[in-house]
């Protein structure tokens, strides 16, 4: 006999009012805060506000990816999405707003895999994400990571052995975790495909063979786009080039600038 399956928008769906997903916001601050359990926040949102188990699940782990960062996989409405970030930043301060738009675009792209969800529920989050991103200005400097960091390696190399002995004396060895809205792009794949079967295990910078097989036996090297696509370039295989390891790193921190194509 063949089983019937419902898709994610065919499953009834529990109507959460404002004030269902104001207690579950509550509630799951005071489960991040620890001054209850899951348990007992989830058995409160079904005896005293309705909820069903699984609804009741979804909103509370709502708050907790949005507070984490972490990406969400259940689908709470828009509304209750918004009034917890709304509340995140009013009660925490503009810090709560990058894990949370980190944790809602995770959701989005999530969400992307169902056709489904493509043109309704995910355009709305799209416009909330659009609408709260704006948010972040204050807080975010654009900078490239990397020449950061390397500004700090060089700051530290200038410094005495003192006080760069002094500093790791008391640097904790844990590093702090940071959230980071980043622009990526999406790569064709074919281009890559192309560039490495052009250089045929030859780097095209240093003209070296390539320093080493992966585990599939094919050989190393590493697919640089000679303008950025981060300044314009195009993903194409007439604006990239397969290089070895050593010759990529130094066509992004080497003196000498990638030459014209």
Known sequence: MARLFLSRTDMPRTKVTEDMYQAACRLGADVWNLKTTDAKARRALQNDFGFKTKTANAYLRAYDGLRSGRTLKLTPQVEALRYMILHLTTNIGASALLPALQSL????????????????????????????????????????????????????????????????????????????????????PDVVAEVQLRANGTCEGCRSPAPFERPDGSLYLEVHHVKRLADGGHDTVANAIALCPNCHRERHHGRQPDPAL
Do not use: C, W
């Open 105 to 188: 675009s995770g959701h989005i792209e999530y969400l992307d895999s169902f056709e489904s969800t493509k043109l309704a529920e995910n355009s709305s989050l799209r416009l909330l994400y659009e609408e709260l991103l704006p948010g972040l200005s204050p807080m975010v400097k654009l900078s490239d990571e990397d020449d950061l960091f390397s500004q700090q390696v060089a700051l530290s190399i200038a410094d005495t052995a003192a006080k760069r002995a002094n500093r790791l004396e008391q640097a904790n060895p844990v590093p702090k975790a940071r959230y980071l809205i980043v622009k990526t792009f999406r790569r064709n």
